[in-house]
């Protein structure tokens, strides 16, 4: 059975900085395209980030380049979403995600940015 | 960027209607859109890939059509389990971008 399983969501003030991780399982991680895609509370969806199956390939939204940095470990089997100089719009639920049609999705890990 | 755009913003529907959910790219995909499924507090499920391809498991009333710059995601026969939100995803290029989504009410 395939799972991603995101961690490291939590409230945070604005500036801070977390980590997220997703742990993957039940398919061939490392041969997977990996993404980060938010949803903001009662909004659509967003994504974030993506990186190749090799890590050779990394994209960002305008909306986090310069202040997230998409990582992954292929012999861990998991995936990573640094994020520094956290703002209230970085606020919601973070979804690790998988391919270019995202056929795999984690259950949200949720991210609060407030003072 | 590519910009999408979903039509309508909410429908109404009854159950056994036939429900057509329009996305339209701002520029060429070629087929390189997906369909996805959202319920209240649950992660996405994919639907449909490369605009006409049923994902396994997801029910044949759920179908897909359009290349280019203009999709339609059709219900045959709504059941009470597809009243949802819908959104359509360009997977073309770089940065990915999604609809603003269709909410699908019980009429």
């Known amino acids: ?115 | 960027d590519i910009q999408m755009t979903q039509s309508p913003s909410t429908v109404s529907a009854s159950v056994g209607d036939r429900v057509t959910i329009t996305c339209r790219a701002s520029q060429s995909l070629s087929r390189w859109l997906a369909w996805y499924q959202q319920k209240p507090g649950k992660a996405p499920k994919l639907l449909i890939y490369k605009a006409s391809s049923l994902e396994s498991g997801v029910p044949s009333r759920f179908s897909g059509s359009g290349s280019g710059t203009e999709f339609t995601l059709t219900i045959s026969s709504l059941q009470p389990d597809d009243f949802a939100t819908y959104y359509c995803q360009q997977y073309n290029s770089y940065p990915y971008t999604f609809g603003q989504g269709t909410k699908l009410e019980i009429k």
């Open chain 1, 1 to 115: 059975e395939v799972q991603l399983v995101e961690s490291g969501g939590g409230l945070v003030k604005p500036g801070g900085s977390l980590r997220l991780s997703c742990a993957a399982s039940g398919f061939t991680f490392s041969s997977y395209s990996m993404n980060w895609v938010r949803q903001a509370p009662g909004k659509g969806l967003e994504w974030v980030s993506s990186i190749s199956s090799s890590s050779s390939d990394i994209y960002y939204a305008d909306s986090v380049k310069g202040r997230f940095t998409i990582s992954r470990d292929n012999a861990k089997n998991s995936l990573y979403l640094q994020m520094n100089s956290l703002r209230a719009e970085d606020t919601a639920v973070y979804y690790c995600a998988s391919g270019g049609h995202i056929d795999y999705w984690g259950q949200g890990t949720l991210v609060t940015v407030s003072s």
